[in-house]
């Protein structure tokens, strides 16, 4: 068992939109993920995703309504929920997740990350 430093972590990148795994706990992944600017519309069919804002404010729009998430906060998207990602200016996020679970979701294009670096 180790301790896990999320500012160490977040450190060894700089990238965007490129999950890194930093854990594993059961069947899920814990993942470290800078983002900036708007990402894409998508869904998981399978997968609920835990988005927790270690750095930064995140706008996570739905097709109905927007949701902020503010450092210390966290938000829990159901499968099947359509959403978008948006960050303003630099977040960081720890993802908690299924080990299957696509950051592109439904969508795959040239921002799907299919193998993940662990860090």
Partial sequence: METVNL???FGRFQDYCNPRV???VNDCQVKAVKLKGEFIWHHHDHE????LVV????RLKFRDHE???REGEFV??????EHC????EEVHIVLIEPRTTLNTGNIQNERTVS????I
């Fill in 76 to 81: 829990i998207v159901p499968r099947g929920v």
């Fill in 55 to 58: 750095k930064g404010t995140l």
């Fill in 7 to 9: 500012k160490d972590k």
């Fill in 22 to 24: 930093i854990g594993e």
């Fill in 67 to 69: 949701a902020l998430v």
């Fill in 115 to 118: 193998q993940l670096e662990r």
């Fill in 48 to 51: 609920d995703e835990l988005f």
């Fill in 85 to 88: 990602p948006v960050a303003d």
